[in-house]
T-cell receptor, first 113, second 113 residues
């Protein structure tokens, strides 16, 4: 299995809602990543988890809260988002943090009303 | 420090003609270089990678790229474009041990019949 899966594919939420994005991989990778991508822009790194511990937080606002319950799963909890947070959220994984090649999931298209 | 410059924001070709997407990089370390492709509303798919082995790298779907250290370039080519190649292409640089990928701004490839 060489896939990274993400659910849901699409999410619409109000500014007072709480929701979560989910990412899963079964490649035995020990590093997982969250990226945010706005239209016509490259992905921007948000968080890096290495061996289930947060190793990089790119000064992301606290309304985004990552969680890595085990080595295969990565969640992104969302609360009190703003309309400008609307974007494609991509998850990726790699064998180790710093092992270069990252495998990306299909993304969750988030719209904040 | 590392950076990537994709020299063209858009490239238009006719189906069956060659494709050239240009990428220059800057790195203080031995670089690893990648090309990723992103079709509309999809995640990123790895096309090919250079990690200090052969300088001519073959990837999926007939794409290849040549690492030229003297020119600090890693241009992506394909002999004959297909309609399904229309997408956004990202050139990416990193180095072993670095947890972050450095993305170029992307090149939109348009293929006309």
């Amino acid at each position: 299995d060489t896939e990274v899966t993400q659910t849901p594919k699409h999410l619409v939420m109000g500014m007072t809602n709480k929701k979560s994005l989910k990412c899963e991989q079964h490649m035995g990778h020990r590093a997982m990543y969250w990226y945010k991508q706005k239209a016509k822009k490259p992905p921007e790194l948000m968080f890096v988890y290495s061996y289930e511990k947060l190793s990089i937080n790119e000064s992301v606002p606290s309304r985004f809260s990552p969680e890595c319950p085990n080595s295969s799963l990565l969640n992104l909890h969302l609360h009190a988002l703003q309309p400008e947070d609307s974007a494609l959220y991509l998850c990726a994984s790699s064998q180790e943090a710093g092992s270069n090649e990252q495998f990306f999931g299909p993304g969750t298209r988030l719209t904040v009303l | 420090a590392q950076s990537v410059t994709q020299l063209d924001s858009h490239v238009s070709v006719s189906e069956g003609t060659p494709v050239l997407l240009r990428c220059n990089y800057s790195s203080s370390y031995s670089p690893s270089l990648f090309w990723y492709v992103q079709h509309p509303n999809k995640g990123l798919q790895l096309l090919l990678k250079y990690t200090s082995a052969a300088t001519l790298v073959k990837g999926i779907n007939g794409f290849e790229a040549e690492f030229k250290k003297s020119e600090t370039s890693f241009h992506l080519t394909k002999p004959s474009a297909h309609m399904s190649d229309a997408a956004e292409y990202f050139c990416v640089v990193t180095s072993t041990g670095f947890q972050k990928l450095v993305f170029g701004t992307g090149t939109r490839l348009l293929v006309s019949p």
